[in-house]
């Protein structure tokens, strides 16, 4: 015994005293620790702790800060922290003492077992944030965080929480044979109700990532390889991503543990394979090359194109201009064309109605008589002539040129310029009807 146990006991602000008392009933069997009895002052009051069955050895009950004036020869206590739950997680109780062991998760939770606070076993209520005078020597507390977690399957890096650091890049066999490196990155979400339940199941959140998410994770990528090409999931990562997010979402659904996203990493294939997709890809980005050198040019022939048509645009515009006037000119010279071949086609139709009534009124030889003489009168025929010649046979060529004679000085025309009745050049013939008696003679000479 030294003079500092016999001081009174303090203990700090953040600080929780865990007692062992050397006096009282044993402890019963299956049990690590003396359940909590009353009325005892904070172990301060030795008889009554005994007087109230108390057992000796550890406790449940724990002292908090202060001073305290206690008995050395009946009391020990060692000072801890407070078990302190960081932002981001919450603390899962797992308590090996308790007065009752009664399951309370429910029909639909049947991986485990649940109780109450205070109970023994897994806490269905879980801590939250902050600090938690607990007896450290009695109870765990399982630290689950809440906030997303990555989980790197490569050997590269690993987070700083440390679940992955046994976690590699996943070696797969595509479909064809080839043999490549594949790193996943699963992230990952427990929620603060479900951790007691992830917790009861399986016992760690390590065990979370050792037991559950690598076989699921690791399995399935196998499996699909074995489905695709390696050049599928080099060209189609996305399908191949969105896929395994969807399988590995529904998986770990059943451990009640939400999958945030799968996303795959570096793709690793082998050496001979890369180049050969080096090899098509140089040879894709010529083609692009020579697809934009194609479109340039033809651009370029586009613009020489239009620039010589700006430049005879003038010219194009007159020629057009002329096309529509010939085009006007030539439906004018068409409608006119109708019009007068319509115009003659109604004066004959109406000529002919009117010669068809004059027949109808007359008969045909009266009205063409009718006819012949209108047209006689319109056209000032001479149907009597201007010198009649009437004498005898030996006579009639002399009184035939008095009378012209005659006739010509009364029209004022000369004697010189008379026409002769043979000659159809400077004038028509004068009409000469010769004398009947004449024409008796020659008659009966002949």
Do not use: C
């Amino acid at each position: 015994m030294t003079p500092a146990q016999l001081r009174v006991y303090t203990i700090a602000p953040d600080g929780v005293g865990v007692v062992t008392t050397l006096d009282g009933l044993p402890i019963e069997p299956g049990e690590i620790a003396g359940a909590i009895v009353p009325d005892h002052d904070n172990f301060q009051r030795a008889d009554r702790f005994v007087h109230n069955g108390g057992r000796r050895g550890l406790q449940e009950q724990v002292m908090l800060s202060g001073s305290w004036n206690l008995n050395p020869w009946f009391v020990q206590t060692e000072q801890v922290a407070m078990t302190a739950v960081p932002i981001g997680y919450v603390g899962v109780v797992i308590s090996f003492v308790g007065t009752s062991h009664q399951d309370v998760s429910g029909d639909a939770f049947t991986h485990g077992n649940l109780v109450n606070k205070g109970d023994k076993g897994v806490w269905i209520e879980p801590l939250y944030p902050g600090k938690h005078p607990l007896n450290t020597q009695i109870m765990k507390v399982e630290l689950v965080p809440t906030t997303n977690i990555v989980l790197n399957f490569t050997s590269r890096f690993s987070g700083e929480h440390g679940y992955d650091d046994k976690l590699i890049a996943l070696k797969l066999l595509s479909f064809d044979g080839f043999e490549f490196e594949l790193e996943v990155f699963q992230i990952i979400h427990v929620g603060a109700i479900d951790a007691p339940k992830v917790i009861s199941r399986l016992g760690s959140m390590q065990n979370l990532v050792d037991h559950v998410l690598r076989p699921i994770v690791g399995n399935y990528f196998r499996n699909s390889a074995q489905e695709y090409t390696i050049l599928d999931f080099l060209t189609a990562r996305s399908e191949r991503q969105a896929e395994a997010a969807e399988y590995v979402r529904q998986a770990l659904r059943a451990y009640d543990v939400q999958a945030v996203d799968t996303l795959i990493g570096l793709i690793t294939p082998p050496p001979e394979l890369m180049q050969t997709l080096t090899d098509r890809k140089i040879a894709e980005e010529q083609q692009k090359t020579y697809e934009v050198q194609r479109v340039a040019q033809t651009q370029r022939q586009e613009l020489v194109r239009e620039t010589a048509l700006a430049n005879i645009q003038g010219e194009i515009i007159t020629a057009q201009e002329g096309v529509t006037i010939a085009q006007l000119q030539a439906a004018a010279a068409v409608k006119q064309a109708n019009g007068e071949a319509e115009a003659i086609r109604v004066t004959g139709q109406a000529k002919a109605d009117a010669y068809q009534a004059g027949v109808n009124s007359l008969g045909s030889q009266a009205y063409t008589a009718l006819q012949l003489m209108q047209v006689i009168g319109d056209r000032n025929v001479r149907v009597v002539p201007d010198v009649s010649v009437s004498s005898s046979a030996n006579s009639g060529l002399l009184e035939g040129l008095m009378s012209m004679m005659m006739w010509n000085q009364a029209n004022g025309n000369p004697m010189l310029n008379a026409p002769s009745p043979h000659n159809g050049t400077n004038g028509a013939a004068l009409p000469v009807a010769a004398a009947p008696e004449a024409q008796d003679n020659e008659s009966h000479q002949g």
